[in-house]
């Protein structure tokens, strides 16, 4: 039974690690680029409450909030974004692509969702009862591999959920100057069902997760289509929208603020308390950590 306290462990955890990595990368710490998860945490929080453990996830470039969610080590995550031997995948991934235990992930738009299609397959075949979860974003759905995806998905009726977390850009690209129609469309267009939401409240989208999910397991794949707001830059500094729109989307949907209130106060200074020690301690270890050699061992 997933408590209210539990979701918001989640959702303030990934924000925690969000406001530190883009702190840090400020101070040059960090390498290559990062996709702050920030704004979209409630996504993350309903969708993993409702997985098995053993299910498989496929990420994108937007990664960290979902492997966190997902239960994995932001010390281990910190390191891997400083590029040092102890990181996820030894320094060599980046931000972008992380693996740990049944989780994966992939910066080229669309590429990982032919591999979680073919995973689904594999599963299925293997008679497991384990579904893969795929994550893209809105402008991901330009992506025609996804397509080719979708078609054998429904043709083999694969155990596959592909989440479409809409933050309405594609990097500085607005929905309605790169994507034509509907997104649902899309989807049914293959006779695959979808489940949606245009909401930030965690317990708004957890029984549509739910509900997702259990489609998957029970019946095969399925769209759910998440309709959200990041709240920080594409990657860090490239935001064309309006600072002052940004702050009063912030101010009617951050997921914190949301579900914050369900918390008792007590409760929730403590959990914060342990939670920035948690994150503090992560990113110290981790810039202490030694680099990989360059020989590759
Ligand atoms: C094939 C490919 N083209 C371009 C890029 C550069 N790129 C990274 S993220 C991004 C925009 C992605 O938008 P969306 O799918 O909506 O995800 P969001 O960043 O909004 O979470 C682009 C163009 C890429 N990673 N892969
Ligand atoms: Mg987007």
Redesign the pocket.
Known sequence: MTTDLDLYRILYLIRCFEERALAEFSTGKLFGTT?AYIGQEADAAALFSVLDPGDLVFS???CHGHFLAYGGDPYRLAAELMGRATGLVGGRGGSQHIHWRNFYSN?????IVPVATGMALAEKAQKTGKIAVVF?????LG?GVLYESLNIAALWSLPVLYVV?N?R???TTPNELGIAGSIPARFQAFGIETFEAASSDVLTLLPIAREAVDHVRSRGPAACILHTY?FSA?SKGDDPRDPEQVAKIRAAHDPLTIHAPRIDSAQRASLETEIDALIDYAFTRAANDPFPLLNGE
Request: no cysteine; proline share 0%.
């Open positions: 996709h994108n470039h937007r910066g080229i738009q669309g590429g893209i974003g809105d402008g991901t992506q977390e933050n850009y594609a990097q990041r594409h």
